[in-house]
């Protein structure tokens, strides 16, 4: 077995994230008039491959998409995701109201020290809430836009192994995540 140099971290990136199942080939040409290096690209979440937008032979540039998953699940998950951060939104908002209340009565002699304290503690828990829902909405947006396959650099593509209705495991494992070639 071959150690990874640490200037490469795509190979070391797939040993603990071992994502696979889609990949497209391409070849680069090389600075300083080395030889072509031949890279695997694959998706880096679930789902079931729907389209596959090049074939062999194909000149791509960098951003264009080669393949798309089945997003639609994604989509809904992202919908729920917005709607609780709406909903944790309200309830920080409310709960911040809630304590600048009793803090006010407070400060009038109206309440006590508990109630105010009490109001503070549901502040913070609604805060908590609201920075958790906001990361669940961001991850949803990261897996929907994964599921567009995109070439992150000019070249040529080499092969497609991949085919529409593919199931996408990103646990599978795979041993390289790119492969190249440096001449030696």
């Keep these: ?9 795509i190979p070391v990136l797939g040993r603990f994230f071992p994502f696979m199942v889609i990949a497209l080939f391409l070849v680069f040409g090389n600075v300083g008039g080395a030889e072509a290096a ?4 694959a998706f880096a979440v679930r789902g079931v491959v729907v389209e596959i937008l090049v074939k062999p032979g194909d000149t791509v540039s960098a951003g264009q998409p ?6 639609s699940m994604m989509k809904v998950h992202l ?12 309830a920080a908002t409310l709960a ?11 400060d009038a002699i109206s309440t006590t020290s508990a109630k105010v304290e009490a109001a503070e503690l549901a502040a913070a828990e609604a805060a908590a809430n609201l920075a958790q829902a906001i990361g669940r909405k961001k991850a949803a947006q990261m897996r929907l836009d994964r599921a ?14 991949g085919f529409p209705g593919q199931v996408i495991n990103p646990d599978a494992a795979m041993d390289a995540v790119v492969v190249l070639n440096d001449g030696q």
């Design 96 to 106: 911040e109201k809630s304590l600048q209340r009793e803090q006010e009565l407070f």
């Design 66 to 71: 080669l393949a798309r998953l089945d997003d």
């Design 1 to 9: 077995m071959t150690r990874t140099r640490l200037n490469n971290p």
């Design 38 to 41: 031949e890279r695997k690209l």
């Design 148 to 161: 567009t396959l995109k070439v992150p650099f000019a070249g040529t593509v080499m092969s497609v192994p």
């Design 79 to 90: 919908g729920v995701m917005e709607a609780k951060a709406k909903a944790a939104e309200l």
